[in-house]
């Protein structure tokens, strides 16, 4: 079993979810409540890596991230390193790879939350932010969990962008997928079974975990 | 309706229940890295042969195997490496006497062209930051690039900058893109048409790695397959495949 892979996915996983909860969170609110007449345009974009086969958006982040885009040499002229086959570049593409998946259910749930509850809390003199704090969050808990959810798994479950702009160096961008990829590409077939089904197993537990945390949540939200 | 009729009859004759008729559909699975010499072979083979309907398909030889294991209805199997067509004639799975070995994989050290390096020392240099190869777990082309620099003395040198292809084009994909600085790649793919004027090479030296035997096998018996392979191997097909780096020793 390659537990240097499994570990690595695990981080990748965890830091994309991370990150995407951070990003996200402000994009979905702007989704779910500007009135913007372009508004559409940003939906489209942020929606693109649902519709794009990961070789199209894995070929675009190689170009993106190297020495000859301005991206690129702007990176290399801060940090001295460079993005493609690091760990930080898969982070970028794994970003871009999972940010709808992130992005609409926390915005559904945000345009789900009864608009009357926001407009009190704003007479009664509490700002913006703190609405969100203490009334739209809460209220949106559930889109958020599974926004969570759904980007940890397809960031464990990511292949193609990571075959693209990873360049397969074990510890750093060898994630789960690509080793046992790997190992069947190398007749490899009983090693690839193995971490095949470890990853089918722990991909269970977690969804399993989750949705039931989210049925612990709804069933004592109305006793509140 | 009648559409319908028709399809019916082509699927039936197509799943193979006729396996006395002559077969007129000929699908070739060759390795990646024949694809444009093989385009211009099959051109001339089209032109010779127009009763036959050449298909090619190509991927990598490990994929192929598997596939073909698993009755993959290919007719004639070109390969990477002939060690594949040798356990697939062993296992009854390819015609054991058809066979043959049409190359000897080549190794390149490949720079793009605007790059400063040189091909002969970018190995040594140490401006380089990362070098590709492809994976040596399942590619050909990535052990012999292991053997190569082992044998050359810089692999101490280079294995922190390593960086894997899935394939050999990959491999160059990653190194054209700017991503890589330096590569090794086949000399097939470097002096393909629309490779040769992208950048420069080193052709690595024959007795730096294991010699790598390009070879392919006849699966299903037809009289279009063995006219497809003796069409390769004669000395028409030989200097097309020659001209785009498949050769003996010898020749």
């Not at chain 2, 070739?28 to 001339?44: G, M, Q, T, V």
């Not at chain 2, 090479?201 to 790695?209: G, H, K, M, N, T």
């Given at each position: ?224 | ?108 050290v ?11 020392t970018a190995l040594q ?6 070098v ?16 190569a620099m082992r044998s050359l003395g810089v692999y101490d040198r280079v294995e ?92």
């Amino acid at each position: 079993m390659d537990w240097q892979a499994i570990w690595l996915s695990v981080r990748l996983a965890v830091s994309t979810t991370l990150i995407l909860l951070a990003l996200g969170l402000p994009l979905a609110y702007w989704i779910a409540f500007s009135r913007r007449r372009w508004k559409f345009l940003v939906e489209a974009v942020v929606s693109l890596p649902l519709v794009l086969p990961p070789t199209v958006l894995g070929f675009y982040v190689l170009l993106a991230i190297g020495p000859r885009s301005p991206a690129g040499a702007l990176y290399a002229r801060l940090t001295g390193g460079m993005l493609p086959f690091s760990f930080q570049g898969l982070l970028v593409a794994s970003v871009l790879y999972s940010l709808p998946f992130t992005v609409q259910p926390v915005a559904a749930g945000f345009a789900a939350v009864d608009r009357r509850l926001l407009e009190a809390s704003w007479c009664l003199g509490v700002s913006r932010l703190a609405t969100c704090r203490r009334v739209l969050v809460p209220l949106a808990i559930p889109g958020i969990a599974t926004g969570a959810i759904l980007s940890f798994a397809h960031t464990m479950g990511e292949f193609g962008v990571v075959l693209m702009v990873g360049g397969n160096i074990a510890g750093v961008t060898r994630t789960v997928s690509i080793s046992i990829y790997d190992q069947v590409q190398a007749l490899n077939y009983a090693a690839a079974a193995e971490t095949s089904l470890f990853l089918l197993g722990l991909s269970f537990t977690v969804l399993a975990l989750t949705y039931a945390l989210q049925r612990r949540i709804w069933s004592v939200w109305p006793l509140n | 309706m009648r559409g319908l009729e028709q399809l019916a009859l082509i699927a039936l004759l197509c799943t193979g229940c006729a396996p006395h008729v002559q077969p007129r559909k000929l699908t070739i699975a060759a390795a990646a890295d024949l694809n444009f010499a093989l385009e211009e072979i099959s051109r001339s083979f089209r032109q010779q042969h127009p009763a036959i309907d050449l298909q090619t398909n190509y991927g990598s030889s490990g994929n192929f195997y598997s596939q073909i294991q698993n009755h993959a209805p290919f007719d004639v199997f070109l390969s990477a490496d002939v060690e594949y067509p040798r356990k697939l004639a062993g296992e009854g799975l390819g015609l054991a006497d058809s066979l043959f070995v049409y190359g000897l994989g080549r190794i390149v050290v490949w720079v793009p062209a605007q790059s400063a390096l040189d091909p002969a020392t970018a190995l040594q240099a140490a401006a380089v930051r990362h070098v590709a190869i492809a994976n040596p777990q399942h590619a050909p082309y990535g052990r012999a690039a292991e053997a190569a620099m082992r044998s050359l003395g810089v692999y101490d040198r280079v294995e922190g900058k390593l960086v894997l292809g899935e394939n050999v084009a990959q491999t160059l994909q990653f190194v054209e893109s700017g991503a890589a600085d330096v590569g090794i790649v086949a000399l097939s793919l470097a002096i393909a048409p629309p490779v040769r004027d992208r950048g420069r090479y080193w052709q690595v030296p024959l007795e730096a790695y294991p010699k790598m035997e390009q070879g392919g096998i006849i699966l299903k018996e037809s009289a279009a397959a063995r006219a497809f392979r003796s069409w390769l191997l004669d000395p028409g097909g030989r200097a097309v495949l020659q001209r785009y780096g498949f050769y003996l020793p010898g020749n």
